[in-house]
């Protein structure tokens, strides 16, 4: 089944405590990205990338870091996770970002 | 940069009900108008997607449309059920906004028994 899976699925952590949420697709797809979304602010997206080895900051990449060193996975780092990143993330993959994107199930995160 | 905007924000229909839900953009060189569903505290579930070339796309009650010379999508929904009760967001990507995907706030419809 084509999928984008994410984990974990919930996670409360504390400030400061590095972190790592986890995206693999199996589609073979080149383009994934990062969404956060909060209430009253939508999704906004996070970083992006093109290919392997290729990444890009999108609208609020602050405290974020990311990496591409496979195809199908496309981790989300927060080193030093704040209380204002508490949000629900989404991953999202797409052969190329004019087509069709698939997102995975979500993130809930809660930084206390 | 790329602005979507959805109204309303919120809509309430008996179920039987036809409706239409309004999503507008801001930058015509938009690449492609895509519509999504979100249940409470869930994933995007994708709706239909319609490319900069085409007018509509249609999916079972679903039908999508795009005009790009008034920077308008909507998406009707036919004879309406409670379990299309659900968050709906609608998401353009165009040249002007670096591929990304620029999301409205989305229109919560819920359908009455």
């Known amino acids: 089944e084509a999928q984008v899976t994410q984990n974990p699925r919930y996670l409360i952590t504390v400030t400061g405590k590095k972190l790592t949420v986890t995206c693999s697709q199996n589609m073979n797809h080149e383009y994934m990205s990062w969404y956060r979304q909060d209430p009253g602010l939508g999704l906004r997206q996070i970083y992006y990338s093109m290919n392997v080895e290729v990444t890009d900051k999108g609208d609020v990449p602050e405290g974020y870091k990311v990496s591409r060193k496979e195809k199908r996975n496309f981790p989300l780092i927060l080193e030093s996770p704040s209380p204002n990143q508490t949000s629900l993330y989404f991953c999202a993959s797409s052969p190329h970002p004019i087509y069709e994107q698939y997102f995975g199930p979500g993130t809930r995160l809660t930084v206390t | 940069k790329q602005e979507v905007t959805q109204i309303p924000a919120a809509l309430s229909v008996p179920e039987g009900e036809n409706l239409v839900l309004n999503c507008s953009f801001t930058d015509s060189a938009i690449y492609n108008l895509q519509w999504f569903r979100q249940d409470p505290g869930k994933g995007l579930t994708s709706l239909l997607l319609?490319?900069?070339?085409?007018r509509e796309q249609t999916s079972g009650r679903l039908n999508a449309s795009l005009d790009k010379s008034s920077g308008r999508s909507t998406l009707y929904i036919a004879a309406s059920q409670p379990g299309d009760s659900a968050t709906y967001l609608c998401a353009g990507t165009s040249r002007g906004s670096n591929y990304k995907l620029t999301f409205g706030k989305g229109t919560l419809l819920t359908v009455n028994p």
């Open positions: 319609i490319q900069s070339s085409q």
